[in-house]
């Protein structure tokens, strides 16, 4: 006799049913959690995963109590004549319920595992949160979404205890596998529930086997990209720049607070069309003005115009979001989106509605300009560093942005590679003809790239000028310390022209212009010199302390006036080609330091 199949069918509707129902609401809530704030996030969260962790029993008698004649459901129901107790409809609830927690929980963490720095560049391309849905969270999330759904399914598919509260036991009309093994082994009928067991387990696990699979499948395939990346050698071509449209009325004025906890940024100034470059140490506020700039973060107050347009006015509740303020945003980690082609991630930044054979043009357009011709195919994970970083500034230009912000876009380079595409990032930000800033910590960096420059420190503007005065004329010591001077001590004034260095224990003639405050006087390890003329103007003997050795420089520690006690005793640093070091290092001591007049920058504290 053939064996009654009914439990199958009930359980692969019921179980399918269930599915469908969770993934779209499971998706959708698990999306909609990720960027809620309020102060019920963790009451709904408790609500959404309660299933998962009470017994499945007790599931299933608040379902009863919910669908049941006498609740809120049931008595809506009750004029139609129709009931959801003891029918399959109850099934699929009941296994609806129990698996949407797995299906939210499992969707929230392949949305969470997403780089936001992936969203907050799409939103600076111009892209609708609906189009960041579908063409770039839903697409990166899609392994864990398709594992979320094979556990809701196998979930659904074992539910036992909230069925047969709400749904019972009905052969033939609510009796699912789980049941069927149940009943099978209460009235000792063995082979059965063996034949339930095995068919359950042969459903669950070729879904569970199939996903993996793929998933598999996906990784090879990638290996693979890796492997054809290796063997082949990219295209080269003469440099050129790209030139986009943007408004001829070009300026940035900012004038924005914003308090964090451990945090307060406070900073004012305006730019034109030259590269503005905003230096500092870490924590100084630098990357923060560029995610306010952005609209990525919101300033406690402020305002902020581009080319006449106010992108937020704190007094006037204005805040434009990231989409709207034209703006490109290259991040540190380039931020290129993964699944994605070369081609295609330039294509997403390009202005909608185009056609196909200009959306073709103008991808090959910025493929030649930063010298990725060839390329256009390749996916991120099959380029080198400095070609990511090309690919993630070509997509910014494509967007033609009003402004341009490179966040430290060379900090993951090499010493080699950062220099050469140093020098083509110089050319590009020539040709560009909008608003461009450009933050580093690196000194050297920011005065090859940038005609002026911005100091930051502690989340304050300190300096704010070309780089020729910010680095030959510091206003304070830390601005010296930013731009790289190693020698400080503090000053006092004695008469016109003539100052004592207290730490140094020496007088010093001056030639600068005298600031208002003196506090300090300095000297760059490079500016010091050796003579053998001990009566010259600024000379004074010194004595060795130590040496630091680079490839092309030594740095020399040097205590004035006597030997010094330990390594730590020493006043200055100087540094010489290891030409000039050759030449001294074993004249006797003392040797004769000069501290050009010309040289010393005098400074408030």
């Known amino acids: 006799m053939a064996p009654d199949l009914s439990p199958l069918w009930i359980s692969l509707k019921t179980s399918l049913l269930a599915t469908f129902i969770t993934f779209f609401l499971g998706i959708t809530a698990a999306y909609w959690m990720l960027g809620y704030r309020g102060k019920a996030k963790s009451l709904i969260e408790g609500i959404f995963v309660a299933p998962l962790i009470l017994p499945p029993t007790v599931v299933g008698f608040l379902l009863l109590l919910f669908f049941g004649k006498n609740g809120p459901v049931g008595k809506l129901m009750q004029p139609l004549d129709f009931s959801i107790v003891f029918t399959w409809y109850g099934a699929a609830i009941a296994a609806t319920v129990v698996s949407f927690p797995l299906m939210y929980k499992t969707a929230l963490g392949a949305f969470e595992q997403i780089d936001?720095?992936?969203?907050?560049?799409?939103?600076?391309l111009?892209?609708?949160?609906?189009?960041?849905?579908?063409?770039?969270?839903?697409?990166?999330?899609?392994?864990?979404?398709?594992?979320?759904?094979?556990?809701?399914?196998?979930?659904?598919?074992?539910?036992?205890?909230?069925?047969?509260?709400?749904?019972?036991?009905?052969?033939?009309?609510?009796?699912?596998?789980?049941?069927?093994?149940?009943?099978?082994?209460?009235?000792?009928?063995?082979?059965?529930?063996?034949?339930?067991?095995?068919?359950?387990?042969?459903?669950?696990?070729?879904?569970?086997?199939?996903?993996?699979?793929?998933?598999?499948?996906?990784?090879?395939?990638?290996?693979?990209?890796?492997?054809?990346?290796?063997?082949?050698?990219?295209?080269?071509?003469?440099?050129?720049?790209?030139?986009?449209?943007?408004?001829?009325?070009?300026?940035?004025?900012l004038d924005i607070a914003k308090t964090l906890p451990s945090f307060h940024l406070e900073v004012a100034f305006n730019t034109d069309e030259q590269t503005l470059g905003l230096l500092g140490g870490s924590g100084a506020g630098k990357s923060m003005i560029l995610r306010c700039l952005a609209g990525i973060e919101t300033p406690t107050k402020g305002r902020i115009v581009l080319n006449g347009k106010v992108l937020f006015d704190s007094e006037q509740r204005i805040n434009l979001p990231s989409r709207d303020r034209h703006i490109g945003f290259l991040v540190q980690n380039y931020a290129l989106f993964p699944h994605m082609t070369v081609a295609q991630n330039i294509a997403f930044a390009l202005p909608k509605g185009l056609s196909k054979g200009s959306i073709r043009l103008q991808i090959e357009e910025q493929l030649l300009a930063m010298q990725l011709q060839g390329l256009g195919d390749r996916y991120p994970h099959q380029l080198s560093g400095g070609q990511q970083q090309r690919v993630a500034l070509a997509r910014a230009l494509a967007s033609k942005?009003?402004?341009?912000?490179?966040?430290?876009?060379?900090?993951?380079?090499?010493?080699?590679?950062?220099?050469?595409?140093?020098?083509?990032?110089?050319?590009?930000?020539?040709?560009?003809?909008?608003?461009?800033?450009?933050?580093?910590?690196?000194?050297?960096?920011?005065?090859?790239?940038?005609?002026?420059?911005?100091?930051?420190?502690?989340?304050?503007?300190v300096q704010y000028g070309s780089k020729y005065d910010i680095f030959e004329h510091p206003s304070t010591v830390s601005v010296a310390q930013i731009t790289g001077c190693k020698n400080f001590s503090q000053a006092q004034l004695l008469r016109s022209g003539?100052?004592?260095?207290?730490?140094?224990?020496?007088?010093?003639?001056?030639?600068?212009?005298?600031?208002?405050?003196?506090?300090?006087?300095?000297?760059?390890?490079?500016?010091?010199?050796?003579?053998?003329?001990?009566?010259?103007?600024?000379?004074?003997?010194?004595?060795?302390?130590?040496?630091?050795?680079?490839p092309h420089r030594m740095t020399l520690f040097l205590k004035l006036h006597s030997a010094a006690n330990n390594p730590q005793d020493y006043h200055l640093q100087a540094e010489v080609f290891k030409e000039k070091w050759v030449t001294i290092k074993d004249q006797p001591f003392p040797w004769y330091l000069r501290l050009d007049p010309l040289s010393l920058i005098l400074m408030e504290s």
Request: charged share 20%; aromatic share 8%; net charge neutral.
């Open 116 to 124: 936001s720095n992936l969203l907050r560049v799409a939103r600076t």
């Open 126 to 253: 111009g892209a609708k949160e609906s189009t960041i849905f579908w063409r770039i969270s839903l697409p990166l999330a899609l392994p864990g979404i398709l594992a979320a759904t094979t556990l809701a399914f196998a979930r659904a598919l074992g539910e036992f205890g909230a069925t047969l509260m709400l749904a019972g036991n009905i052969p033939g009309q609510t009796q699912t596998i789980p049941m069927a093994i149940y009943f099978a082994v209460e009235a000792g009928a063995m082979d059965e529930a063996w034949f339930w067991s095995i068919v359950i387990m042969a459903i669950s696990l070729s879904g569970i086997i199939g996903v993996n699979f793929w998933q598999e499948s996906r990784e090879k395939g990638r290996r693979g990209h890796r492997e054809i990346r290796i063997r082949k050698k990219s295209t080269q071509v003469n440099e050129a720049s790209v030139s986009p449209k943007i408004s001829s009325t070009v300026g940035l004025s």
């Open 401 to 461: 942005p009003q402004a341009l912000l490179l966040d430290e876009p060379f900090s993951a380079l090499d010493t080699h590679l950062r220099s050469q595409l140093e020098q083509q990032m110089t050319a590009t930000l020539a040709d560009y003809q909008g608003v461009a800033l450009f933050v580093t910590h690196n000194m050297e960096e920011a005065y090859r790239v940038c005609p002026n420059l911005l100091v930051l420190e502690h989340g304050r503007a």
């Open 498 to 550: 003539l100052i004592e260095a207290l730490d140094w224990g020496c007088q010093l003639k001056i030639m600068a212009a005298m600031p208002q405050n003196i506090s300090y006087v300095g000297i760059r390890a490079h500016h010091i010199s050796f003579t053998k003329d001990p009566n010259q103007e600024n000379t004074f003997p010194c004595w060795l302390v130590r040496t630091s050795e680079t």
